[in-house]
């Protein structure tokens, strides 16, 4: 059975940082690409960060660039997405996604709440 669970979520000033960790289990880690998205209140779901498997290429959405840092270490079935100096607009549902290289198979994870307030 595939889990892919998200944690590290939680209220932060602006300014602040978090970092965020997604464990994928019941799949071989290393043929997923993984991503990081995110929902906030009343929008669509957009891609955050993602980051292949084999090179381990990233790519982040212009919003986050220079600020947030995905990365991932297959021995540990983990990605993660380092979050610096967040802003109140980065406030939203962070959900982690494994996606398999080979098909069209994708698994989500149920998400993790980031809160930037002061």
């Known amino acids: 059975q595939v889990r892919v669970v998200e944690s590290g979520g939680g209220l932060v000033q602006p300014g602040g940082s978090l970092r965020l960790s997604c464990v994928a289990s019941g799949l071989t880690f290393s043929q997923y690409t993984m991503g990081w998205y995110r929902q906030a209140p009343g929008k669509e779901r957009e891609l955050v960060a993602v980051?292949?498997?084999?090179?381990?290429?990233?790519n982040y959405a212009d919003s986050v660039k220079g600020r947030f840092t995905i990365s991932r270490d297959n021995a540990k079935n983990t990605v993660y997405l380092q979050m610096n100096s967040l802003k109140p607009e980065d406030t939203a549902v962070y959900y982690c996604?494994?996606?398999?290289?080979?098909?069209?198979?994708?698994?989500w994870g149920q998400g993790t709440q980031v809160a930037v307030s002061s």
């Open positions: 980051i292949s498997s084999g090179l381990g290429s990233e």
């Open positions: 996604k494994a996606d398999f290289q080979r098909a069209p198979l994708e698994y």
